[in-house]
DNA sequence: GAAGATTTGAGGTACGTCCCTCAAAATGCT
DNA sequence: AGCATTTTGAGGGACGTACCTCAAATCTTC
């Protein structure tokens, strides 16, 4: 049987009340008497059961989790996943606000942090990138000792509790290999598309995968990368110029968004199939892409696995309890067509 | 505020007793009264509170893993992380036996399984070829109503509950695609390693290896399996054997142990690094060889997710409980240098 | 050693659920 | 209608912890 909090009491030969005010921190007790009780704890090997405490304490866990205001498919993806976590995580009295900022307003941002603050939340999860303007919300929230977990994104200058994502760097140098690989021993040209270059995210991919072709595949020639602003016409138009001008080109890997608009234009050329495409992030698109092998490999986050990680070290904050590093470890997976996971409706 | 069973009485029009007989499906209510209160129940959102529920029932879940005795770094892996995951699961009040059979002696696991029924076992998950003496021995806890969980190899004609692992073939095919795009597209010649080609695992590996190979990779010449026993001595000497016998061998495919032996033995022939090798399982010995390069690629399941999901499902089960599927869903890991997840102590 | 402050004990209520008992009410059957 | 049977209600104790109050015991300090 575990110990209880009554077993403490007659070990540490104090009364129960005693014994609680150690166990909760609350003032009026000897160092004595704390030592004591602490003794007893770690002889019996009593671990506080949560469960109990926290139906004791008829805590709620109000969260907030707040994400880019995008149409992009990893986000939609993500906020599904974060819906499905939170519908488990009710049963442990947690409930989760799901908030969108408009994605390049970072003022409107803030203002929704700082509204945050006024209302009783016991923690914040936020997709931003990392302006001045996040990092004072960031400060302030944690002032107010409310958690603050950074998602996919991580900001790492701000004070926030933890990181929930993967490394976008490591990710970059795990494109780079299999970029490397799969082309073969022979001379190549790469092409590097994005979004945008602002994006820490992007920066930190594109790192990544030029270290690894500048270290292992010499022979391969990494391009400059090509902006498309989030515009399906603006890759079409790059693209095709691009590959226009330039010969052998083998190989194209996309940091961010644009799958669909890659592959039509692809396609037009006559070249679906014969380029080395990799990108990141599995989303209906990319796992569709993979089938037809339209991609042939995509570096992921297992999205269902962050949402639930992320959920649960708010939680873990919120009890100022330890966290699990093992299972709050996202792991980059390569995914390719022939270990896509089953998608679950 | 949450709905308890005293909102779901109050509005179905019933006591708290009748309530409770319909939520635990206690007999002696009639049809009408249980559709009454499910209707308040679906009315209200009501969600019970498991945490309360599992206090009240001050139920203890005893939980028995049964694995093979071998010294498999895979196994040893996995029974550490099984460790970790029974004291995690501890806070819940499920305490988890490691029991541990000798490999090769069904009759041994038999009598094993058959001594658990007597014990007040909650449910067991089991890690074990599929025999006939297996297949009785889970029978037989089924029908004293112990649910059984296969471990890693599947045991697809018995009466297992659930299966806690990847599928065997599709990680087979996984490596057979990265082996045919990282060989290059020159012709080349496979060989392919095994402990035992009686194990199903093994098996199962090698048909969506070749699967794959002959869809994909025709110019690739997959040789016949050469089986090592799990001894490292006959390891060396058919595999220098064949590579004296055979020209243009450029992969090597180990679908179980012996990595180091490999290893050591291409070093001596100077190939370590000039074959490209890929093998299954991250431990301690293949991240080492990933991080020097000996091998170019491990398929993978993620150890500490398996023997959390295994002991989550035993729950679910004991507690008849609904399971989260995307969660208890084992991905097929592509593990390569530059993606190696940090090791956690 | 007396007054004051600090520390400790005893006891209670609550959280939401389970599970038990016993009596009361409703229903079925002849 | 009367009886047996089934269904329902009322109530209480338990699980392990939190948090509250009030009184008693123990320490300080002069």
New binding site residues.
């Given amino acids: ?2 110990p ?3 077993d403490i009491a007659r070990e540490a ?6 014994v ?2 150690v ?2 921190a609350r ?4 160092e ?2 704390i030592l004591a009780v602490n003794d007893a704890i770690s002889k019996l090997g ?1 671990v ?2 949560v469960a ?2 926290n ?4 805590r709620n866990y109000r969260m907030a989790v707040v994400l880019p205001d995008t149409e992009s498919q990893f986000v939609q993806t993500l906020a599904e996943a974060l819906k499905d976590a939170a519908a488990t995580a009710a049963q442990t009295r947690m409930s989760v606000t799901l908030l969108r900022f408009p994605a390049e307003d970072m003022h409107a941002l803030a203002a929704m942090l700082r509204n945050l603050e006024g209302q009783d939340v016991a923690g914040v999860a936020l997709m931003a990138p990392e302006t001045p303007v996040v990092r004072d919300a960031v400060r302030s929230l944690r002032m107010r000792d409310i958690p603050v977990v950074a998602l996919v994104s991580d900001l790492p200058n701000t004070e926030r509790d933890h990181y929930v994502g993967i490394d976008a760097r490591a990710s970059g140098r795990t494109a780079g290999m299999l970029m490397g690989r799969f082309l073969g021993a022979r001379p190549a040209r790469v092409m590097v598309i994005a979004n945008s270059m602002l994006l820490r995210e992007s920066i930190e991919r594109r790192l990544g995968f030029d270290e690894v072709m500048l270290r292992a595949f010499p022979q391969v020639e990494v391009m400059q990368t090509l902006e498309t602003h989030g515009s399906a016409t603006t890759l079409r138009h790059v693209v095709a110029e691009m590959l226009a001008n330039t010969g052998q080109v083998g190989g194209i890997y996309l940091l961010g968004t644009g799958h669909r608009a890659l592959a039509s234009t692809l396609s037009e050329l006559g070249l679906l199939g014969h380029v080395v495409t990799i990108g990141h992030e599995l989303t209906p698109h990319t796992r569709a892409a993979l089938q037809s092998g339209q991609i042939d490999a995509v570096i992921a986050q297992n999205v269902g696995h962050l949402a639930r990680s992320a959920l649960r070290v708010l939680r873990a904050k919120a009890d100022r309890t330890p966290i699990d590093e093992s299972q709050e470890t996202l792991r980059i997976e390569i995914i390719i067509r022939e270990n896509l996971p089953p998608s679950h409706g």
């Fill in positions: 049987m575990r209880t909090v009554n030969g104090v009364s129960l009340a005693t609680d005010r166990l909760n003032p009026g007790v000897r004595k008497t009593y506080r059961d109990a405490a139906l004791a304490r008829s």
